[in-house]
Each structure stands twice: as C-alpha cells, then as structure tokens.
C-alpha cells in the first residue's frame, strides 16, 4: 500500500452521549476525505458530571472507551488521531485534570471546544453537505444545541443552549419516554432557552432548518419506518421532517409505547431513553423559530473539525467565529 492510499485519519468525538470515532481516507492534494469505517460507544459521559466535576466512575468510563477507540485505529492502520469534547466536559471543573489523566493513561490528547468552536465546525459540516448559501442550522447533541444563522460572509447569529436530549431526559423525565405531562416541562423549558434569544433567529415562513446530530439522523430513521419509506432514505442525501412528521413520532410513545419500544428496538436501541425526549425539542425548537420542519443532514460538527484543521479548506475564518446572541 502507497503513501497516498495509506494516509487514514482518526477524528473521535467525545459528545455528551455518544463517543465516536470515524476513520477517514484522506487526499491532501484535492483536499478531500472519504469515510471509511466508525465505531461508536454511547457512553451517556455529560451524565457522570457531578456537582460540577466529572466523577471517578466517569473518568474511569472515559479511559475505558478511549482505549478501545485507539486499538481500534491501530487496527486500522490510522496514521494520525484527533479528539475533542463538546458539551460532554465544557462545565467540568475539574476539566484539566481529565485532560491530563487521559493523556497520560491512553495517549489521546482531547480538544475541549468552547461553544462558538463547536458553532463553527457545525457550519464547516453543513457546508461540506453542499447546502444553500444562506440558512439556518441546529446541531441537536447529548448535552446542547446549537443554532445559528448564516450567509455567504459567514454567520450572522449563533446561540449554543443547554437543552440536549441526554440533558433533557435526566431533568425532564423518569421513565423511558416522556409522559405528557413530562412533554409539557420540556416544551416549557426549551421556550425558557429560545425566550433569551427574542426574535433574532426567526425564519421566514416555510423554512426547513438543517439538523445535525445523531438525534435527528435517528429520528429520520424511525419516521422512514413508520411511513415505509426506509429504502428511499438510505438514497438520499438529505430528508425533510415536517413539524406533523415529529408530531406522529411523539405521538406513537404516548398512544401506543409498547409498539414505540418494539420500532426503536429495532430502528435506534441506543437511543431509546432519549430519542424522543430529543423529538420533543426539535418539535418545540421549530415551532418556535417558525420553521415548518427540519431538513436532516448527514455531515457534522467532525466533518466539519476534518475539513478546517485537517485538510485546511473551511469556508469560515477563526475571525469569523459565530457571535453569540
């Protein structure tokens, strides 16, 4: 195997969630990078932080995974590895000191990205999916979300909120899915975040806000089974969920949970505490920016890392950073 062919790239993404890590065949000369294998663990990290700090088990649970996630690109013959954490480890106190123990206990040395850092690798990711010029974006993950506007100079607006599916499922909710009344706290929360905004990320009517994250890629996959349209899925590129198409998979875990547990176990397991809680915000998040739906891409926030640090071809300048609302 040549130099060229050889040249494999690990990017791991230590999300609130999920831990994942992609491996990618690079060519530097166009600056263009195929995927070509992942491997995930949903380790559920955000939820080991405690009273501020990231606890022993937590630790423990992190070096565990991480060290499975490098055998498995030695087995992969990766040249190079990238790590870095969002929302998972932005609050803890005692970030340093995990920083530290990881990199001295596994080798892997984590990028803990600031929120607007996140904002901007989202934007990369988006971009990479080949989108309108101009838009409005959401990356709905374990622990936050992010939303920002943008245009062709970049963002305009950008605001990253506490209210992640991980996040919302351990305040919100005490069984697998939410109750009604469950639902309703939810909502009211997400509103609560959204209020701080005021109208600044408003769309015009008929708009589908493009998502990212796990949660959503997950959600178009329960609502393709529902509808029997799970083989056009896997053909295209993008999907669109209306705001309706959320409701009836909101609707399904209230009406009828036994059918709901027996379609997630077989479309998402790994998501089944959370998914829908997730639902709900994306629902309540389009409802209230005046969006008719989300439109569900398959790039991210580690394409978008890939593209600006790793290939050097992102369309957004460090300068350019999204501004907070």
């Known amino acids: 195997m040549n130099e060229k062919t050889n040249d494999r790239h690990a990017v791991i993404d230590v999300g609130s969630n999920t831990i994942r890590t992609v491996i990618y ?5 166009r600056r263009t990078a195929e995927e070509l294998i992942s491997e995930r663990d949903f380790t559920g990290i955000i939820a080991y932080v405690k009273y501020g700090r990231l606890c022993e088990a937590g630790q423990v649970q992190l070096i565990e995974v991480l060290r ?54 989202d934007l990369e990711g988006l971009r990479a999916a080949g989108v309108e010029e101009t838009g409005t974006g959401l990356d ?8 920002f506007r943008y245009d062709g100079n970049g963002f305009q607006a950008s605001a990253s909120m506490k209210i992640g599916s991980l996040t919302m499922s351990n305040l919100c909710v ?7 009344g469950e639902a309703k706290k939810i909502r ?34 329960v609502h393709a089974a529902l509808s029997g349209t799970a083989a056009m899925l896997r053909a295209q590129k993008t999907v ?37 809680t997730g639902v709900i915000v994306l629902r309540t998040l389009c409802k209230a920016l005046g969006a008719d739906g989300v439109e569900v891409v398959r790039t991210g926030i580690r394409e978008g890392y890939l593209r600006k640090e790793i290939l050097g071809c992102g369309s957004v300048s460090d300068s350019e950073a999204a501004p907070a609302l």
Do not use: W
Request: charged share 30%.
């Open 140 to 147: 709905l993950g374990g622990g936050s979300c992010q939303v």
């Open 174 to 180: 005490g069984g697998i899915f939410p109750t009604k």
């Open 240 to 276: 669109r969920l209306s705001r309706d198409a959320l409701a009836d998979i909101i609707e399904l875990s209230q009406d009828d949970p036994k059918e709901c547990i027996r379609l997630l176990s077989r479309v998402a397991p790994a998501r089944m505490h959370t998914l829908i």
């Open 25 to 29: 065949a690079l060519d530097r000369e």
């Open 68 to 121: 499975k996630m490098k055998e498995f690109c030695e087995i992969a013959s990766c040249r190079e590895i990238s790590c870095f954490s969002t929302a998972s480890l932005r609050g803890a106190e005692n970030l340093d000191e995990v920083l530290a123990r990881v990199r001295e206990e596994t080798g892997i040395a984590i990028r803990p990205l600031s929120a607007a850092e996140e904002t901007l690798y």
């Open 188 to 221: 009211a929360k997400v509103k609560r975040a959204l209020e701080e905004l005021g109208d600044e990320m408003r769309v015009p009517a008929g708009t589908f806000v493009y998502a990212m994250g796990g949660t959503v890629r997950a959600a178009a996959r």
